[in-house]
């Protein structure tokens, strides 16, 4: 354990943060709101291409507000991927409404139109509709739109972006966080950007995002006294965040590009070894590639991902098997699923190697070094 420690996707900052930073300081807006929050919620409205944002605490309360504003209710059913963090999810259950899990295509590792239909019709038959589908665009791939936007359209369900993991992502020449009637952007500091932790609501509606920013805000009526008319949040982002958040919104497009080059270098390096794969990019679009996913088929390539995962720990570098499905989790294990094994077996095979976009050529090569031992060990 003498190296350095090689993180996965650790922060990296800009050089522009301090200044903007010592601006709020110098200002005295270092209150929840201010100038830096309008700010960034408009640099981030024009560079998704997306009508209003509010800027909040994490994409974890975005998705929270997105699912109030929906009226998801005791009992309402939300269709959601299964293939995701639990952040995806936990919203849902927190406004009282039943996840139903569906599964990816193994083409994207998103929510596969498919199976979205097939529960789409079924439900429709037996009368019922669910309040929201929440489509993950997972680890910066975006979900396949078009798709899922047209049966979401038929069958009168409202659409979730969860871009999270997606900022600075491409869908058929448009950027992720604008496909559905609500986008989550996450700003945590594992993120592809980070403002410490943080996170943004989208929508073209601006009656959304309007009382999207009354309920973070305590839900607190125009008066002058502290009058309440509905149950609030304390979700705003800080002022001093937002110019963090700011000065790493300005390095964005090198950060994709640095991500995507990891991307490339890791395959370039262990694409031939045998039984060892990479997440697929899909035709309709560009990916952040904010982790770079790699495949381990234990039979070809002679030892697990987990094998590879132990040699990585033990050379001090932090890699991740792939999200846990949902539908496997204990917590969830009452919720009903829709579609087959793919994510699960993603799950059973997948690794995250360490994909910072600071990661240098020599880190990079370590992590390289260190597989290849394992391969030729196997
Ligand atoms: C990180 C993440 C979230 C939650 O964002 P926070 O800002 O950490 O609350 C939600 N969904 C996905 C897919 C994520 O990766």
Redesign the pocket.
């Given at each position: 354990m003498s190296e350095r420690r090689l993180y996965l996707s650790p922060p990296h900052l800009s050089g522009e943060e301090q200044g903007l930073v010592a601006e709020a300081f110098a200002s005295n807006w270092i209150a929840p709101l201010g100038p830096h929050v309008d700010a960034f919620e408009k640099e981030m409205t024009d560079y998704v291409g997306v009508g209003h944002a509010a800027a909040l605490s994490?994409?974890?309360?975005a998705?929270h507000l997105a699912m109030r504003l929906l009226g998801v209710g005791a009992g309402d059913e939300v269709l959601c991927s299964t293939f995701?963090?639990s952040?995806?999810v936990n919203p849902i259950v927190y406004e009282g409404g039943r996840p139903v899990l569906v599964d990816c295509d193994a083409a994207t590792w998103t929510m596969d139109p498919n199976f979205l239909e097939d529960e789409l019709r079924r439900l429709d038959a037996a009368g019922r509709r669910p309040k929201a589908v929440v489509a993950?665009d997972?680890y910066g791939q975006c979900a396949d739109y078009d798709a899922i936007g047209a049966l979401c359209e038929r069958y009168g369900v409202a659409l979730v972006e969860?871009a999270?993991?997606a900022l600075g992502s491409v869908y058929r020449g448009k950027r992720a966080g604008r496909f559905g009637r609500l986008g989550?952007l996450?700003?945590?500091g594992n993120?592809i950007i980070t403002t410490s932790?943080?996170?943004m609501l989208l929508s073209d509606e601006e009656p959304l995002i309007a009382k999207a920013r009354f309920l973070a805000t305590q839900a607190r009526e125009a008066a002058a006294h502290y009058e309440h008319r509905e149950i609030g949040f304390n979700y705003r982002m800080s002022n001093v965040l937002a110019a963090i958040g700011r000065g790493q919104l300005r390095v964005l497009p090198e950060r994709v590009a640095a991500r995507r080059r990891n991307f490339r270098l890791y395959v370039e390096a262990l694409g031939d070894l045998p039984g060892v794969s990479f997440m697929p990019e899909a035709p309709y679009g560009t990916a952040n590639r904010w982790l770079t996913c790699v495949l381990i088929d234990p039979k070809s390539f002679g030892a697990t991902r987990e094998d590879v995962r132990l040699a990585l720990e033990r050379e001090n570098i932090e890699s991740r098997p792939l999200w846990k499905p949902m539908h496997m989790q204990p917590v969830f294990s009452g919720c009903r699923r829709v579609g087959g094994d793919v994510s699960a077996s993603l799950f059973e095979n997948g690794l995250c190697l360490p994909s910072g976009s600071a990661l240098r050529d020599e880190d990079r090569n370590r992590v390289v070094d260190r597989i290849k031992v394992v391969a030729r060990q196997a």
């Open positions: 994490s994409g974890t309360a998705l995701t963090f952040a995806s993950v997972l969860d999270a993991e989550v996450s700003f945590n993120k932790g943080g996170g």
